[in-house]
């Protein structure tokens, strides 16, 4: 019984100092990013290594999951003879939840793990203590402008994923299922609200965007610097941030369109 | 005007009742030594006595417990993070791996610093890059990546980006260490030469003995957290410390025993 409550205690309190650590990490971060605007180099590296390389995860994604939303929408709706709706049920369902939170763990898992597994072997092989000695700051440097880069990419790559699916609930519903083509578009059109719908996805994918580079970057950073402290680290990444991103869409759905 | 004062003062790098502790394991207790300006300094001893931390320590990248570390009058935890970094730009480090930033080539990996300190003009950057890799004898190798080099080359660049600010002192950890014959007699050959040549403090951690003691002016050997023994090459040798002798010949057996402690071997093989 001792050494549980030891046990309970001792990881309580070390979850505690990491917390404490990731926030000090996060301000360092953030009052780096000004340097990095001034350096639209080092962004673009990233932006092209973080976001454009995650194009086609994202891409085919979209085109299936809005392929299944196309079929699946398709038999319900039909039931109740309201198969016209489908490009409603398509599109809100993609600009409201699944656009912006299956493109989150997608973008998790290739851009994520990434990060994580590169700073933590960078931090393995010395380079960042070797920066720091030669009175470079690894944050300024290295750090924020990936982190920039996966707050920049992730409401785009959300972006495209939703309007990709929309597309392929096009090619399904009205391509093979023959649903109206104009019905199509013009319920869309009119079930959808900018504000509600579309500015609120956006936000949300905003918000996994920037818990997602918090998590990776932070646990590359922080991890042992051993090949099972990255390996380690990099589980962590994609664990923490799916529940993360899960978490903090119950929030965000509750907060925008519940009366909670 | 403070500068030349500084200039004067014999001693680089004074370290002074340092104690550091990682956990519960203590690896130094109570050590003082004084690193001169211009020498080549070695510290020596066996694997895991913390002669790297030593050098992180001198870095101001680890806080001791307690003492003090002094580099060129200041003391380096004392500083401010700016003041450190100002600082550290005129102390260079070559990490045993090299720590190329393995996403750069060879040029940018050398050019890193000077893009990154000064405002030079691209052209003077690539002339001083150059500079820098021909005294280290790899010029024709600028456009390789670090994942094209082999280790010693690895650690010939890192050594070109080190001294690449112009430095004060440069602290060398384990430059020797799995190196085959004729990368050894070339960094050997290179720290001795820039030491001299750019009126240079070299400081050398390393447990290869024949290497440092054939180009060290002055050597320390730790032990178990403490000072084992101090001198010239030539008055090491001459030690009568059984611990020092034992590690400067590698006996297998003597202070330091061949078997890790453990219980009686009979008793181990047949009565349990």
Excluded at chain 2, 123 to 152: D, F, H, T, Y
């Amino acid at each position: 019984m001792i050494q549980f409550l030891q046990n309970l205690g001792n990881s309580t309190l070390s979850s505690f100092a990491k917390l404490g650590r990731s926030s000090f990490f996060l301000i360092h971060t953030l009052t780096a990013i000004s340097g990095v605007i001034l350096r639209p180099r080092l962004l673009l590296k990233q932006l092209f290594s973080v976001g454009v390389l995650s194009f086609l995860i994202i891409t085919i994604s979209g085109l299936f999951v809005g392929m299944v939303l196309g079929l699946q929408g398709f038999y319900i709706l039909s039931d109740f003879g309201a198969e016209e709706t489908l490009g409603v049920m398509v599109a809100a369902s993609l600009v409201r939840e699944l656009g912006p939170v299956v493109s989150a763990l997608l973008f998790a898992g290739r851009a994520g793990s990434a990060l994580t597994a590169e700073i933590g072997l960078m931090k393995a092989t010395e380079q960042l203590s070797g920066m720091e000695m030669m009175a470079i700051d690894p944050i300024k440097r290295i750090i924020a402008p990936r982190f920039l880069a996966g707050f920049i990419s992730m409401p785009l790559l959300s972006a495209l994923f939703s309007s990709i699916g929309v597309m392929g609930g096009h090619i399904v519903g009205v391509g093979i299922l023959g649903v109206d083509d104009g019905s199509y578009w013009s319920q869309m059109q009119a079930g959808l609200d900018f504000q509600d719908d579309i500015i609120n996805g956006i936000i949300k994918s905003i918000v996994f965007g920037f818990a997602i580079s918090w998590i990776s970057l932070f646990e590359g950073y922080d991890a042992i610097p051993t090949s099972e402290g990255v390996s380690r680290a990099t589980t962590r990444t994609v664990v923490n941030s799916a529940f993360t991103i899960l978490g903090l869409d119950f929030i965000l759905t509750a907060l925008m369109f519940g009366d909670i | 005007m403070d500068n030349s004062v500084n200039n004067l003062d014999p001693e680089i790098v004074s370290i002074k009742n340092l104690s550091f502790s990682r956990g519960d394991r203590q690896i130094f207790n109570n050590i003082s030594l004084s690193i001169p300006r211009g020498k080549i300094t070695a510290i020596m001893g066996p694997s895991g006595t913390g002669k790297t931390t030593l050098l992180k320590l001198i870095g101001g990248q680890l806080q001791p417990d307690s003492g003090s570390v002094s580099v060129d009058k200041k003391n380096i935890h004392h500083l401010k993070r700016s003041d450190l970094y100002t600082l550290r730009k005129r102390m260079g480090m070559l990490f045993q791996s090299g720590a190329l930033l393995t996403d750069l080539s060879v040029f940018d990996n050398v050019a890193l610093p000077l893009r990154e300190h000064t405002t030079l003009t691209e052209s003077m950057i690539r002339s001083l890059v150059l500079i820098k890799l021909q005294a280290v004898g790899l010029r024709g190798a600028q456009s390789l990546m670090p994942n094209e080099l082999s280790g010693g080359m690895a650690r010939r660049v890192a050594l070109a980006r080190a001294i690449a600010l112009d430095p004060m002192m440069i602290m060398y950890d384990e430059p020797f260490t799995g190196q085959d014959p004729i990368s050894l007699g070339t960094l050997v050959k290179l720290i001795k030469e820039l030491n001299n040549a750019l009126g240079l403090t070299s400081i050398i951690v390393s447990h290869d003995v024949e290497e440092t003691m054939s180009i060290a002016n002055y050597i320390y050997v730790l032990s178990e957290g403490k000072i084992a023994g101090q001198g010239t090459p030539e008055q090491i040798k001459k030690l009568d410390s059984e611990w020092v002798q034992q590690f400067m010949k590698g006996d297998s057996d003597g202070p330091v025993h061949f078997h890790y402690p453990a219980s009686d071997y009979h008793k181990d093989l047949f009565e349990s």
